[in-house]
């Protein structure tokens, strides 16, 4: 195209005057530079878009099966689910109960049988 508008502008037929050939000349000459511009600018764009999608910036990915949809809908056991959920809750509750009472001071016990006596209001 670049070739076909600079042919236009050597071209000047004889029955136009010198003004209006001058004016043709111009004209195409922006043609032709707004042209260039646009073509530099789409390849600028290709080669960013080059980039972005180039393979050291993706993984490549790829289909492995079709997808599967079973002919049999699943249905949510909730009775068993809470039941489950309480076992875990419990269980937690009880291992924290064991570290907490592991981690009190431990009271000082009496050496003698009398010490013991000794405690008790009368």
Avoid: C, H
Avoid at 21 to 32: F, G
């Amino acid at each position: 195209m670049k070739a076909s508008l600079a042919a236009l502008t050597k071209v000047v037929p004889k029955s136009q005057s010198e003004e209006l050939a001058t004016m043709r000349k111009v004209w195409l000459a922006d043609l032709l530079m707004r042209n260039e511009q646009r073509l530099a600018g789409v390849t600028a764009e290709r080669r960013a878009q080059a980039a972005r999608l180039s393979p050291a910036r993706n993984y490549p990915t790829t289909m492995q099966d079709d997808v599967f949809v079973s002919p049999t809908p699943l249905a949510p056991r909730p009775v068993t689910t809470a039941i489950l959920a309480g076992l875990v809750i419990f269980a937690a509750g009880l291992v924290y109960a064991l570290i907490r009472e592991g981690a009190r001071k431990p009271r000082k016990a009496p050496e003698t049988a009398g010490d013991i006596t000794a405690l008790r209001p009368s």
